[in-house]
Antibody, heavy 117, light 108 residues
Framework: QVQLQESGPRLVKPSGTLSLTCVVS?????????WTWVRQSPGKGLEWIGE???????NYNPSLKSRVTISVDTSKNQFSMKLTSVTAADTAVYYC??????????WGQGILVTVSS | EIVLTQSPATLSLSPGERATLSCRAS??????VAWFQQKPGLAPRLLIY???NRAADIPARFTGSGSGTDFTLTISSVEPEDFAVYYC???????????FGGGTRIEI
């Protein structure tokens, strides 16, 4: 079955860069799906960060566009996200997900990233 | 940016009752709306996509409806495992982007 697994540092210093990777298993990242990042601040709702297609340009949340970059590594069947100039407001659980355009139907378990000195 | 407003924020129900959750978009999103269920400590689970299509393995008691700016998720008879937070999500507009509503919590 399709599985997604987030990984990366769980603690990032303010003004630093948050870098996460999502490894996909059970599906090829080159299929007709979009690969998505979503975050959830503690006790808050869901926020769409952006998405990427294996052969196209990524789409980003306008509020984060100046700080976020999403990329794909087809050789490793994974995709990644970098968020620069982080502050405490970027502390959240970060999820990766597959968007088949019939909805975000598979999600990783999420990774809590804390921004703190 | 298209804003989704969910109501009510909290719905207090007993098992067996009917749940009606509302999601209103700030401009038309056609039928590009999905609904998710989230339980504490878990990732969201897709329930409905394209406004009215149930995702795989979702029980028939979950029904989505609507188009344009007004959407509804109905749970015909709430089961104990349905107590959770529900989010609507849209994908529309240009440049392509997605947004989530603020959520509705169903509690006992």
């Amino acid at each position: 079955q399709v599985q997604l697994q987030e990984s990366g540092p769980r603690l990032v210093k303010p003004s630093g860069t948050l870098s996460l990777t999502c490894v996909v298993s059970g599906d090829s990242i080159t299929t007709i799906n979009w690969w998505t990042w979503v975050r959830q601040s503690p006790g808050k709702g869901l926020e769409w960060i952006g998405e990427i297609y294996h052969s196209g340009s990524p789409n980003y949340n306008p509020s984060l566009k100046s700080r976020v970059t999403i990329s794909v590594d087809t050789s490793k069947n994974q995709f990644s996200m970098k968020l620069t100039s982080v502050t405490a407001a970027d502390t959240a659980v970060y999820y990766c997900a597959r968007d088949s355009r019939a909805g975000m139907d598979h999600w990783g378990q999420g990774i809590l990233v804390t921004v703190s000195s | 940016e298209i804003v989704l407003t969910q109501s009510p924020a909290t719905l207090s129900l007993s098992p067996g009752e009917r749940a009606t959750l509302s999601c209103r978009a700030s401009q038309s999103v056609d039928t590009y709306v999905a609904w998710f269920q989230q339980k504490p400590g878990l990732a969201p689970r897709l329930l409905i996509y394209d406004a009215s299509n149930r995702a795989a393995d979702i029980p028939a008691r979950f029904t989505g409806s609507g188009s344009g700016t007004d959407f509804t998720l109905t749970i015909s008879s709430v089961e104990p495992e349905d107590f959770a937070v529900y989010y609507c999500q849209q994908r529309s507009g240009w440049p392509p982007a997605a947004t989530f509503g603020g959520g509705t919590r169903i509690e006992i």
